[in-house]
């Protein structure tokens, strides 16, 4: 069964860097393409980064392009996500998530199902 646990957030001061993990386990971690997700107070869940199986394509939404880098290392099931230039617009829950990810496209989606989806980290830029 699939288990996905997020680890790094925190509090951080504006202008200030964050790396997020997302360990993977209990399924063949090359067959998913995982994604992370946020959702800030009142909020809906907003769609950050998403990388594919074979590292081939990763997407990025357009409010933290040049700002944070999505990657992942196969050999340790796990998943990154390093953000610089934090803004206090980028305070939220982050949610490491099993998604579909269209082949060399833009569209990430994630998988139906609760089980889907980390427990969540929270994430904080304020001064």
């Known amino acids: 069964q699939l288990q996905l646990v997020e680890s790094g957030g925190g509090l951080v001061q504006p202008g200030g860097s964050l790396r997020l993990s997302c360990a993977v386990s209990?399924?063949?971690?090359?067959?998913?393409?995982i994604g992370w997700f946020r959702q800030a107070p009142d909020k809906e869940h907003e769609g950050v980064s998403c990388i594919s199986s074979g590292v081939a394509t990763t997407t990025y939404a357009d409010s933290v392009k040049g700002r944070f880098t999505i990657s992942r290392d196969n050999a340790k099931n796990t998943v990154y996500l390093q953000m610089n230039s934090l803004k206090p617009e980028d305070t939220a829950v982050y949610y490491c998530v099993a998604v579909y990810l269209e082949p060399y496209g833009s569209t990430c989606l994630p998988l139906r199902g609760a089980d889907n989806w980390g427990q969540g980290t929270q994430v904080t830029v304020s001064s």
């Open positions: 209990g399924v063949t971690f090359t067959d998913y393409a």
